[in-house]
């Protein structure tokens, strides 16, 4: 997969690995069908593992050849040593967990650094689907209240006070809508928050 080819299918996928170098080693912990594996291996030559649960998703992963571990990520990363990996990424997935403080504290354990990215609750149609008396729906959010497989809603500054707490600088913060960045009032006009940390 080319780079052209992953803009068009993910966008923010697509902003998110300018900060991923050549040759890396990567995890990504909710790999989904594999489409940033893909680009990363094809494209950057990294040498790149994903951790998927869903049976579909994982069929997908070997489908497009990305090396995929069938696991519960509730489960934490035990298998992997520290600073095993260059960068760790944990892409639209973090808020399905119940446990998310030891999940990030585990993800900063085994990567030099990590890239994170979640639904912005703090969105201006999500406010104003609140202010309605409604659940918000949206593109980044597309699942009613009884269906969504989101357990925990956040925002960018929550995010934020969480990366600190667990020992995390957060190297850059980025509010994408559509795949590109939002740079006026971006918790109020970004769709998606994207972080870059690492260990204090």
């Given at each position: 997969m080319?780079f052209?080819?992953?803009?068009?299918l993910?966008?923010?996928?697509?902003?998110?690995?300018h900060?991923?170098?050549?040759?890396?080693?990567?995890?990504?912990?909710?790999?989904?069908?594999?489409?940033?594996?893909d680009?990363?291996?094809?494209?950057?030559?990294?040498?790149?593992?994903?951790?998927?649960?869903?049976?579909?998703?994982?069929?997908?992963?070997?489908?497009?050849?990305?090396?995929?571990?069938?696991?519960?990520?509730?489960?934490g990363?035990?298998?992997?040593?520290?600073?095993?990996?260059?960068?760790?990424?944990?892409?639209?997935?973090?808020?399905?967990?119940?446990?998310?403080?030891?999940?990030?504290?585990?993800?900063?354990?085994?990567?030099?650094?990590?890239?994170?990215?979640?639904?912005?609750?703090?969105?201006?149609?999500?406010?104003?689907?609140?202010l309605?008396g409604?659940?918000?729906?949206s593109?980044?959010?597309?699942?009613?209240?009884?269906?969504?497989?989101?357990?925990?809603?956040?925002?960018?500054?929550?995010?934020?006070?969480?990366a600190?707490?667990?020992?995390?600088?957060?190297?850059?913060?980025?509010?994408?809508?559509?795949?590109?960045?939002?740079?006026?009032?971006?918790?109020?006009?970004?769709?998606?928050?994207?972080?870059?940390?690492?260990?204090?």
């Amino acid at each position: 997969m080319n780079f052209s080819e992953l803009s068009e299918l993910r966008p923010d996928l697509a902003f998110i690995a300018h900060w991923i170098k050549p040759k890396a080693r990567i995890l990504d912990v909710g790999c989904g069908d594999g489409v940033m594996l893909d680009y990363l291996q094809s494209d950057k030559q990294c040498a790149a593992y994903g951790i998927e649960i869903a049976d579909d998703k994982v069929l997908a992963c070997t489908q497009r050849r990305v090396n995929v571990i069938q696991q519960d990520m509730e489960n934490g990363l035990s298998m992997f040593r520290d600073n095993g990996f260059d960068t760790v990424l944990c892409l639209s997935s973090l808020q399905m967990m119940k446990h998310v403080e030891p999940l990030l504290r585990d993800i900063a354990r085994v990567g030099q650094e990590a890239i994170v990215s979640f639904p912005n609750f703090g969105y201006w149609p999500h406010r104003t689907a609140l202010l309605c008396g409604k659940m918000p729906v949206s593109k980044s959010l597309p699942y009613e209240w009884y269906d969504t497989p989101n357990l925990r809603c956040a925002t960018i500054y929550d995010f934020a006070d969480l990366a600190t707490e667990v020992g995390l600088e957060v190297l850059e913060c980025v509010a994408l809508h559509e795949g590109r960045p939002v740079t006026f009032l971006p918790n109020l006009r970004g769709s998606l928050a994207v972080f870059r940390l690492r260990k204090k």
